[in-house]
């Protein structure tokens, strides 16, 4: 079992900067891909930047140039720091762990994004 948990959140301005973090639980089971998603009102959970315990990553076409994904597999924790926010980018954010077999993974409670105009 994998416990996530996002912090970070919060409303801003649009052209202002967040940091989100997610810590996970220490586990004997290694997770290999870390993930943000975020779900905006009235839409489906969507990809926003993946990370591999190697470092290598992947964005939305909508993030960027914008936010950028790291992770420090020494304390367990992933960050993105998100940039030059739209009010598109208002939704809850998803940290997701992918585990080795590449079949199980744990989600997040979520942290609310909310980017004023």
């Known amino acids: 079992q994998v416990q996530l948990v996002e912090s970070g959140g919060g409303l801003v301005q649009a052209g202002e900067s967040l940091r989100l973090s997610c810590a996970a639980s220490?586990?004997?089971?290694?997770?290999?891909?870390m993930g943000w998603y975020r779900q905006a009102p009235g839409k489906q959970r969507e990809l926003v930047a993946t990370?591999?315990?190697?470092?290598?990553?992947n964005y939305a076409d909508s993030v960027k140039g914008r936010f950028t994904i790291s992770r420090d597999n020494a304390k367990n924790t992933m960050y993105l720091q998100m940039n030059s926010l739209i009010p598109e980018d208002t939704a809850v954010y998803y940290c997701?762990?992918?585990?080795?077999?590449?079949?199980?993974?744990?989600w997040g409670q979520g942290t609310q994004v909310t980017v004023s105009s």
């Open positions: 997701n762990a992918l585990l080795y077999d590449g079949r199980t993974d744990y």
């Open positions: 220490r586990s004997r089971f290694s997770i290999n891909v």
């Open positions: 990370i591999t315990r190697g470092g290598g990553t």
